[in-house]
């Protein structure tokens, strides 16, 4: 902490705001000895964690922040993010509730705390955040996907309301929240989002940037431009491959249902992408001052005032959000839409864009932005030295722009990293993969897509689990998904169009597919593996079994609906009755699949018709684990308000049955 800048006059506070604290403090990893967590404000920091033992008035530990435990990285004027990791003077009790504040020394005696400058993080009856930290993992929350513009509600807001009710109750908190994708959409933003993004950048001074091979030269001239809004993917210069180009990169604009429909409004630069972290994660930067409509043609207005009425909807709720993160520790991984549609799809993706400085730049800044407010907080120690090159980059800004070759030169190396994945050491662990950036390309077509992990990244990942027990493993896209889409997307895939169908699966490249099923059935690797996944936008659970042997693996494949998105309900009971009648026990088609040698067993949600396996409805997972790893409960927290649990049986018919062929309706048929 710059000790130059500590205790002088404060600068007066954007219009607007009541607090110098823009977002957080968001919990990250926590272990006995040691505590991260990330938070921005608009200034730096003089900070005192307080820790305390149940109902206890003082504290047990009261440590100074300061030094390497508390990085501060100044992206604008007036936005410095804050990443916390203090190693603990006083081991943290287990299986207890840990109150936490952070109080800002400003000179004065005691300090503000956060119950002072975030009382909205609190539930009723509390005077600061608190936690639970396991000796055992026993109950976690995980979702995905959470789109702001979506016409859901917000499934982290309903997991907020369900955790306020238990939350004085250590023994019903969960363990972990672990966000397994998508926990923004830089590349699917609703126009009022896009010019709120724009308004956060103007009062907090985010710092803009030149931009190469485009017509626009740089963050200010993109602003400006006919195109900002709307028409993004048109400000790709006009070169012989700028065709392709345009496919790989804005296709998602012409997925009709399998994906992002709105990339014309495309994040371009890092300011843009740091803005809506702000937005996704904290009501404050919503109360600055807001930029007036902007000028459009009629149609784009309508759309615009259709979208507006979603995004106020988003925030309203979005401080629910920022409780739910400040009060479990949360644990995340990227996915396509933190950065870009279909990132990493194809051999031939890959060439196309990071052929080209201008799409590269777009792929960098959001990995950069995923390094500052995800990816650190998972692992910091990996990442120390990935933060001190960011650092260095904002510590070079010039006139309010970043030095561009600093920048390109650290976007080669975050492209290049290798260590994005991580292990949570609890009870069993949690291995989390990076399914996006170490990709096993295809050696025979280019444009065909890539394995989700290479055979390097896979050995690691066997290595991680060898001798375990147990093991509850996040894989972003399903290991175990539905035959039939999968199918659909290998149709697309062969016609040479995988961007049409977001043709990304574990099945889709046969190396992956063999060595993944291969470790999991291998005889030293966990006896019971919960795997756990999103991305689909729609939650089913299956129990995998290896056909002919006994004694295991366990394998349950649990999938969370989207935090706030949904698939298209009437499409999604086609294909899952369509699932059931091509890929019944008896069907020939089961042999085509490379899943041949496992037995997949659905497991069915609770108030849905005899049959059905999959849930459509955006809210939060929820899975309670024995000691064993076992789950004994699987449940989505339905943004609606509702609570949906997986049985193993079937439910009866709603409507009467009385013939035996009802029966038979009911009981009859795997997948």
């Given at each position: ?167 004085t109750d250590a023994a019903a908190r969960p363990s972990l929240l672990l966000l ?160 870009t549609d279909d990132w990493n799809l194809s051999a031939l993706w890959e060439e ?320």
């Amino acid at each position: 902490m710059p000790s130059d800048q500590e205790h002088q006059p404060h600068a007066p506070l954007p219009a607007g705001l009541d607090s110098e604290v823009l977002a957080g403090p968001i919990l990250r990893r926590v272990k006995a000895d040691r505590l991260a967590c990330w938070l921005v404000s608009v200034r730096p920091l003089s900070l005192r964690l307080e820790l305390y033992g149940d109902d206890a008035p003082a504290p047990f530990l009261a440590q100074d922040v300061s030094g390497d435990a508390c990085r501060v990285i100044a992206v604008g004027e007036r936005a410095f993010i804050h990443c916390i990791d203090v190693a603990l003077d006083a081991a943290i009790p287990l299986d207890t509730l840990i109150g936490y504040d952070l109080r800002i020394d400003d000179g004065a005696s005691a300090g503000q705390g956060i119950a002072d400058w975030a009382p909205h993080l609190l539930y009723p009856g509390q005077s600061r955040p608190a936690f639970v930290l396991r000796r055992q993992l026993e109950q976690l929350l995980h979702g995905s996907c959470r789109r702001p513009h979506h016409t859901s509600g917000d499934g982290m807001a309903r997991a907020d309301s369900w955790l306020a009710e238990r939350a004085t109750d250590a023994a019903a908190r969960p363990s972990l929240l672990l966000l397994t994708g998508d926990q923004i959409y830089a590349d699917d933003v609703a126009g009022p989002m896009l010019r709120t993004i724009h308004g956060v950048m103007d009062q907090l001074g985010l710092y803009g940037e030149t931009l190469a091979e485009s017509r626009i030269r740089d963050s200010k001239e993109l602003r400006s431009d006919r195109d900002t809004y709307y028409g993004r993917e048109h400000l790709l210069p006009e070169t012989h491959y700028n065709e392709a180009l345009t496919e790989r990169f804005f296709g998602g604009v012409r997925k009709p249902v399998f994906s992002t429909a709105n990339a014309c409004n495309h994040t371009v630069t890092l300011a843009e992408v740091l803005a809506m972290y702000l937005l996704a994660w904290s009501p404050q930067p919503w109360r600055l001052e807001r930029l007036p409509e902007p000028d459009l043609d009629d149609d784009t207005r309508a759309t615009y005032r259709a979208e507006q009425a979603q995004i106020d909807a988003f925030e309203r709720q979005v401080g629910q959000a920022a409780r739910l993160m400040a009060q479990v520790p949360t644990y995340m991984i990227f996915d396509d839409h933190d950065v870009t549609d279909d990132w990493n799809l194809s051999a031939l993706w890959e060439e196309t864009v990071y052929g080209h400085p201008f799409s590269r730049r777009i792929v960098g800044n959001a990995l950069v932005a995923y390094l500052l407010c995800q990816g650190w907080g998972n692992t910091p120690e990996r990442l120390h030295d990935l933060l001190d090159s960011a650092g260095d980059l904002f510590g070079g800004v010039e006139g309010g722009l970043l030095p561009r070759q600093r920048q390109d030169e650290f976007i080669t190396r975050l492209l290049r990293f290798e260590g994005w994945e991580y292990v949570v050491d609890t009870q069993p662990k949690v291995i989390v993969l990076d399914t996006r950036t170490r990709r096993w390309r295809s050696e025979v077509r280019r444009r065909k897509p890539s394995g989700l992990m290479d055979w390097e990244a896979l050995t690691e990942f066997q290595q991680a689990i060898l001798h375990e027990p147990a093991a509850v493993i996040v894989s972003p896209t399903p290991v175990f998904g539905v035959k039939l889409i999968e199918g659909i997307q290998a149709l697309f895939t062969w016609f040479g169009k995988p961007l049409l169908v977001d043709a990304e699966n574990w099945m889709a490249h046969r190396g992956a597919a063999s060595v993944i099923l291969n470790i999991l059935g291998h005889a030293r690797t966990p006896q019971n593996f919960v795997i756990l996944s999103g991305d689909v936008h729609y939650s089913f659970v299956y129990d995998v079994h290896l056909r002919r042997r006994r004694g295991g693996p366990d394998i349950w494949q649990i999938t969370s609906s989207g935090i706030k998105n949904e698939f298209p309900d009437r499409l999604l009971s086609l294909l899952d009755r369509l699932n059931r009648w091509l890929y019944a026990p008896w069907s020939p088609l089961n042999w085509f699949t490379k899943r041949r040698r496992m037995r997949v067993s659905p497991w069915y949600p609770e108030n849905r018709d005899a049959g059905e396996r999959l849930w459509n409805a955006a809210g939060m997972g929820f899975v309670q684990l024995d000691r064993e790893g076992r789950p004994t409960r699987i449940a989505q927290l339905n943004a609606s308000g509702s609570e949906t649990d997986f049985r193993r049986e079937a439910p009866v018919r709603r409507e009467a049955e009385s013939s035996g062929d009802a029966r038979r309706s009911v009981h009859g048929g795997g997948r």
